[in-house]
């Protein structure tokens, strides 16, 4: 049985040392899974790989920065507010025009969020922050859920995700207008590897018309109870305690610190 101490040394070789050290694929021979064969390590062979890590991967498990994965420039503005006590520097897509488009083929907000940030990671060799989030109203089966950005067909589209958003409400009885955000941030390290994850929710309800100016989306439509206002209408101060990306960003953020240099 190996020790807690040594499994997340072991985790560091299989995941970001073995593909690209054939020295250590030799030392594991064979076919088959490595992460099993390293954990039925003889005795002889498992202190020489343990040392051969050590030298090896003294500052590769280290974040130095982080890329925040969004193209979205909204939610990048609030992600770089809520990773204010982070103290690494934070960079974003902007910064690296070979980034490739992501395909959000996910059906759950935690497929999305893992693709983007694996994806990305992977291509920049970076860590990577991504998140996926959006709207779920119960009474609408989920709608929009994760087609959020695309509810009315043209991505992005603000003022028709909106419409589209009341039109399918007309006929929903009054008690029946809760909705509630998501969000899940993921973070993954420069090999693809998902090393942190966490999901955020803010429950409101619809209202009736859009009110107010602040923030994005359907931010002008979603009333929180407690206020008897929207998102539109509260100060920017307020989303940045309740929001769904507040709540997952605060659970996340411990999980950042134990990799920072
Ligand atoms: P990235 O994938 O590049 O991050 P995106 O806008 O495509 O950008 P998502 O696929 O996660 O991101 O879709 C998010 C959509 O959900 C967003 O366009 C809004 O319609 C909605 N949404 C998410 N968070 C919101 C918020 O805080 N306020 C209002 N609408 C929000």
């Avoid at 939610?75 to 770089?80: G, H, S, W």
């Avoid at 589209?164 to 973070?187: I, K, T």
């Avoid at 803010?202 to 407690?226: K, V």
Wanted: hydrophobic share 40%.
């Amino acid at each position: 049985m190996l020790s807690r101490q040594v499994e997340p040394t072991l985790r560091i070789i299989t995941n970001l040392l073995i593909p690209v050290s054939s020295r250590l694929v030799r030392y594991a021979g064979g076919q088959g899974s490595l992460r099993q064969r390293f954990a039925s390590a003889s005795s002889d062979v498992l202190p020489k790989l343990l040392v051969m890590c050590m030298v090896m991967n003294m500052n590769t498990d280290r974040m130095e920065r982080l890329v925040l994965g969004t193209r979205n420039r909204h939610k990048l503005a609030e992600l770089r507010e809520l990773l204010q006590p982070l103290s690494v520097p934070l960079l974003d897509l902007s910064q690296f025009p070979q980034a490739p488009p992501v395909e959000e083929t996910g059906s759950t907000f935690e497929e999305n969020a893992t693709l983007k940030a694996t994806r990305w990671s992977k291509a920049l060799g970076e860590w990577v922050l991504a998140e996926d989030s959006g709207l779920v109203v119960p009474a609408l089966g989920g709608e929009p859920g994760v087609l959020s950005a695309v509810y009315a067909g043209r991505h992005g589209d603000d003022a028709a995700n909106n419409r589209l958003l009341l039109e399918r409400l007309a006929q929903v009885p009054e008690e029946h207008r809760q909705a509630y955000y998501v969000c899940v941030a993921v973070l993954a390290d420069p090999t693809g590897t998902v090393r942190a994850q966490a999901q955020g929710r803010c429950h409101g309800r619809i209202a009736h018309q859009g009110r107010g100016t602040h923030g994005f989306g359907y931010d002008p439509l979603f009333e929180i109870p407690e206020y008897h206002r929207t998102f539109g209408e509260l100060s920017p101060l307020v989303k940045r305690v309740l929001s769904h990306r507040a709540r997952a960003l605060e659970k996340l953020l411990p999980q950042l610190q134990r990799f920072l240099p």
